[in-house]
């Protein structure tokens, strides 16, 4: 069973800055994954495109195959942390508006 919690109270300080970290850090999850799957594809391409690697032309396409595959996990867990983050503490990334001068 699962129980939902949710934190929609008023945060700290501490609480948005470690938010504004997790979301960040879900930033730098998903260059990673962009990252991965250029360097599948173009070293797909290559295997591919170039004649002396025709022994390994099968590597070539599962490259290219692999590549748009990680672009897709990446981009489904980028939004689905973005989403859950934003559910689960109802915050958009702006600082509470305090009276102190």
């Known amino acids: 069973m ?6 929609k109270s008023h945060l700290s300080l501490t609480d ?8 960040l850090a879900n930033e730098r999850t ?23 690697l025709k022994d390994i032309l099968w590597i070539g396409y599962l490259l290219i ?3 748009p595959v990680l672009l897709f996990i990446g981009a489904i867990r980028f ?16 600082l509470p508006e305090t009276d102190q001068p």
């Open 16 to 23: 948005i800055l470690a938010l504004d970290r997790t979301r």
């Open 30 to 52: 998903f260059l990673a994954y962009f990252r991965s799957f250029v360097v599948f594809l173009s070293s797909g391409l290559a295997i591919v495109k170039l004649d002396i």
């Open 2 to 7: 699962k129980y939902k919690v949710t934190f």
């Open 65 to 67: 195959v692999i590549g």
């Open 79 to 94: 939004y689905y942390v973005r989403r859950h983050i934003k559910k689960m503490y109802d915050y958009d990334g702006e």
